[in-house]
């Protein structure tokens, strides 16, 4: 059953589990279950995702109950009109705050703007050797990304020097490799928590909040976080 976060006649948004496919892909023809078919089985109705997350990243997924809403929510991503805010553990000491002026690469080559702004909220230091460092240092920061580029979290933060845990496409293999061996943990550690916007239909403004999941949860209990 996935949990429902929000619900009206026109959107409806889940707290989307790490490691479920939006909707069927090509690249995944193994995987059986994907959110859009859950939820339109869970509430009986036709639904539509109005943007993108990564199978890997957990949390707040809006879906569209009818076409209208659908286009008019497409065009506010379209137009970086959402406001949207992300929960990361990241490799290393973060900076109070920052913001990431670096564009990326669409599939075809063609150079996009990209721009994330970020705040650290904790940081720790574990008293565990890694590589050539006595102690393992970790940060809690919420990103808020003011462009919406495919993957733009996971490469601004590889980009400063401080991947996030668990992306083993864009992070640090023997990060990944050192909380699998000594956690048991694989989840990448990238949570959408919020979501603001101007209701499509009636222009009343929706926040959305989505709870962390327990395996980032998890993640935060042997950082010493509450």
């Avoid at 379209?78 to 990431?100: H, P, S």
């Avoid at 670096?102 to 890694?130: C, V």
């Avoid at 694989?186 to 926040?207: C, G, K, Y």
């Amino acid at each position: 059953m996935l949990e429902v976060v929000f619900q009206d006649e026109y959107l409806v948004a889940i707290n989307k589990p790490h490691g479920l496919l939006v909707h069927r892909s090509p690249i995944a023809r193994d995987v059986e279950e994907f959110a859009l078919q859950l939820l339109r089985d869970q509430i009986g109705k036709w639904v539509n995702p109005v943007h993108r997350i990564d199978r890997k990243t957990g949390g707040v997924l809006l879906f569209a109950l009818s076409k209208e809403a659908e286009s008019l929510m497409q065009k506010q991503f379209a137009e970086n009109k959402v406001e949207k805010k992300y929960l990361a553990i990241v490799r290393g000491f973060t900076a109070d705050q920052e913001e990431i002026d670096y564009p990326l690469k669409k599939e075809n080559g063609t150079l996009q703007d990209a721009f994330t702004s970020y705040i650290t909220l904790k940081r720790a230091e574990i008293d565990i050797p890694f590589g050539k460092h006595p102690s393992s240092r970790y940060s809690l920061v919420e990103a808020s990304p003011r462009t919406g580029r495919m993957h733009q979290l996971r490469k601004h933060f590889s980009h400063v020097f401080h991947p996030i845990i668990g992306d083993r496409t864009h992070g640090c293999n023997k990060q990944n490799k050192f909380f699998k061996e000594t956690w048991d943990m694989t989840t990448m550690l990238l949570h959408a928590s919020s979501q603001a916007f101007d209701h499509p239909i009636t222009s009343e403004r929706v926040n959305i909040k989505a709870p962390l999941h327990p395996e980032f949860v998890s993640a935060m209990k042997l950082m010493g976080w509450n």
